[in-house]
């Protein structure tokens, strides 16, 4: 799960309740090959990773605003509809697996409840997920397509990070910084070394001239 960045956080902040967050919200699920992971105009109740094997991805243009029929093919490693545990999302795509598939599920109903229940990691997740459900309702073109249950425009960490209050965003930064510093981890883009250049960023981050955040492989970005 920490292979998500937000995810990787909220472990940062307390690993504790981390572990009770995945004993509460999250479970393993399996797939035969063309079983439905979910279909358009149902209620979104999950997020998914694809833990193991593939899936395909449909719109059709009576559920969805795209022209013509569009498939897009999933492989391990991918996000499903994030947008549930942030919003009241209604599928608008079918999900199906296209091998022996391994999942895993957040359940959006079992990961609010947790969440609020936390007051520090609580905050968090409340501004993470004002940003997610702005990015949600303003996607549109010609700025952006329209959202999907695979990808929602300009929702990649950094750039919710930084929508975020300057006290979090440079609490953030510290983490990553000090993650940095005390694993040996390489950063993207930067040279050894890092201890001054990550306190010249955490004073970036502060003006509001920049983010800092770790990736989902647990490198710094900026």
């Known amino acids: 799960l920490i292979r998500h960045p937000f995810l990787r956080i909220l472990w940062m902040l307390d690993t504790q309740w981390f572990t009770k967050f995945c004993a509460r919200a999250v479970e393993i699920s399996f797939r035969r090959n063309d079983d439905d992971i979910f279909v358009p105009g149902g209620e979104a109740v999950a997020a998914y990773f694809v833990a193991d094997g593939s899936v395909s991805y449909t719109q059709e243009p009576q559920t969805s605003p ?104 440079v609490s953030i930064a510290i983490m990553a910084s000090q993650a940095i510093e005390r694993k040996g981890l390489a950063a993207v883009g930067f040279r050894s070394g890092m201890s001054r250049h990550a306190e010249e960023l955490v004073h970036e981050v502060s003006e509001g001239k920049a983010v800092l955040v770790l990736n989902g492989a647990g490198e710094a970005e900026r």
């Open 66 to 169: 795209v022209v013509g029929t569009t498939t897009r093919e999933l492989d391990h490693g991918t996000w499903l509809c994030e947008s549930a545990l942030w919003s009241k999302w209604i599928h608008v795509g079918c999900a199906k697996a296209t091998s022996a598939c391994q999942l895993i599920e957040i359940s959006a109903f079992a990961c609010l409840r947790t969440l609020t229940g936390h007051s520090g990691i609580g905050e968090l997740a409340n501004e993470y997920c004002q940003a997610f459900h702005s990015r949600i309702v303003t996607a549109k073109p010609p700025q952006a397509s329209y959202p999907s249950d695979v990808e929602v425009p300009f929702t990649e960490c950094g750039d919710l990070v930084y929508m975020m209050t300057r006290d979090l965003r």
